[in-house]
């Protein structure tokens, strides 16, 4: 069973930068992909950046590419447990979510076989 567990949130000032952690364990393959979504209150969850274990470049959403990056937290990790990490920066009052990482282990971007269960990101001065 694959099981995917947040890290990182907290309480930022506008500006400021945070990375995201993504503990992924339980895959049975060495593919995957992972992706980190994220749903504000009364909005829809939205796609930011995917990853996939084939090397390939990343995908990101066009409206936030440049202020998002995905990237393994390690290229020597077994992919029976890996950490995909999201980097955010200049964050802006409007980045405020609850942050999710979702995984897939066929398919490719976006997946959504399994869920983390979120972690909170507040951006407030």
């Known amino acids: 069973q694959v099981q995917l567990v947040e890290s990182g949130g907290g309480l930022v000032q506008p500006g400021e930068s945070l990375r995201l952690s993504c503990a992924a364990s339980?895959?049975?393959?060495?593919?995957?992909?992972v992706a980190w979504y994220r749903q504000a209150p009364g909005k829809k969850r939205e796609g930011i950046a995917c990853?996939?274990?084939?090397?390939?470049?990343?995908?990101?959403?066009?409206?936030l590419q440049g202020r998002f990056a995905i990237s393994r937290a390690s290229a020597k990790e077994n992919y029976k447990n890996i950490t995909v990490n999201l980097h955010a920066s200049d964050l802006k009052p409007e980045d405020t979510a609850i942050y999710y990482c979702?995984?897939?282990?066929?398919?490719?971007?976006?997946?959504?076989?399994?869920w983390g269960q979120g972690t909170q990101v507040t951006v407030s001065s």
């Open positions: 339980g895959f049975h393959s060495s593919y995957y992909a």
């Open positions: 990853i996939k274990s084939d090397g390939t470049a990343p995908y990101y959403s066009h409206v």
């Open positions: 979702a995984a897939a282990t066929v398919g490719g971007c976006w997946p959504d076989d399994y």
